[in-house]
């Protein structure tokens, strides 16, 4: 609820939000409809097994190097910028870095205990990346200390219970996969909803779409991770999703770093 010191949300603001929030409840609904959804059994089994100068899996470990790098250029840029830089690109450029720290662990030994310390960090950026869409095209108070922190706590919550059910034997990645998969609906309802940037300095569409489509093509490449090895030879589909999903993470922070000189 608004504090008394900020006005009343305009019909726009709760139209926009009605329509976010429909969305977010139909995936909710989708995902408590299919019903549990188990760790598969084959998901730690990677096409590029190849190790190189001792370092096993190599192209799946050394692809998140990008991650941390970008994570990194990302918290110095917005840590030198003039105007006050919202604490949710901050937030999401060290989400980045332990991604890169924890997705790296994980695949040096694929194992769902090492595959907690992956899901975490992608999972705060997941949130942290919904958090910055609301900001800038519903409510800038999405991008709040408190808010950021609930979202933050929530997404750490979902990979815990997935954690905590599997060690007894009935994990379910639902609330894993709301929270990942939550950005990428909302992003291209918003835009497509034309709904106005809050502020001068918002992302504009076309980054936004951009980003997307960098992602999207990321999942695909995960899902045909044997597929590519088999066609390319010298590199996996995961590798490749690793790459894709960095440069999607790069595009979106430099964007948010130009539209801070806005």
Known sequence: MPSPTHSAPSTATRHANAWLLGIATLLALALGLHGPIPQWASYHAFADARAWLGIPNAENVLSNLPFAWVGAWAWRAQARCANACPLVWRSFALALVCTAVGSALYHWAPANGALVFDRLPIAWAGALLTCALLAERVDARWSSTPSLSVAVLAATAAVALWWLGERHGA????????????????????????????????????????????????????????????????????????????????????????????
């Open 171 to 262: 994990g379910d990645l639902r609330p894993y996969l709301f929270v990942q998969f939550l950005p990428m609906l909302l992003v291209p309802v918003a835009l497509l909803l034309k709904l106005p940037a809050q502020g001068r300095h918002a992302l504009r569409d076309g980054d936004w779409w951009a980003v997307l489509g960098l992602y999207a093509t990321a999942k695909l490449m995960e899902l045909a991770d044997h597929t590519v090895l088999d066609a390319l030879g010298f590199t996996s589909g995961h590798t490749l999703k690793h790459l894709l999903a960095a440069g999607a993470a790069l595009w979106l922070l430099r964007a948010a770093a130009r539209a801070q000189l806005r």
